[in-house]
């Protein structure tokens, strides 16, 4: 399966954005995984930004993002969300979604080998 992201841009620090990621088919048993979002800047390894667990309640972030994004779902459009407030330049990046394999120390790895296109977030000082 082959999750899609979207909701990407260009925006000035303290600015915001909302992305989305969805299964670009119908049989994604979506609700039975915990999902994430992990980003890469250029010339950097990807790193994990945030996670939901299957109760919608148990969240994890990043130190880095704690307090400025929030991670939600809709299970019922098998849709991921990722709301990104107080934007700084250091956040730009290729953003992508995956299903959540395992997380420990703060951190959360993908379940999945293959990614999505991700989608770019840009942002100016």
């Known amino acids: 399966v082959q999750l899609v992201e979207s909701g990407g841009g260009s925006v000035q620090a303290g600015g915001s954005l909302r992305l989305s990621c969805a299964p670009s088919?119908?049989?994604?048993?979506?609700?039975?995984?915990?999902m994430g979002w992990w980003r890469q800047a250029p010339g950097q390894e990807e790193e994990f930004v945030a996670a939901?667990?299957?109760?919608?309640?148990?969240?994890y972030y990043r130190e880095s993002v704690d307090g400025r994004f929030s991670i939600s779902r809709d299970n019922a459009k098998k849709t991921l969300y990722l709301q990104m407030d107080s934007l700084k330049p250091e956040d730009t990046a290729v953003y992508f979604c995956?299903?959540?394999?395992?997380?420990?120390?703060?951190?959360?790895?993908?379940?999945?080998?293959?990614w999505g296109p991700g989608t770019q977030v840009t942002v100016s000082a």
């Open positions: 995956n299903a959540v394999g395992s997380c420990r120390a703060n951190t959360c790895h993908p379940q999945f080998n293959s």
């Open positions: 088919t119908s049989g994604f048993a979506f609700e039975q995984y915990m």
């Open positions: 939901i667990l299957l109760d919608h309640r148990s969240t």
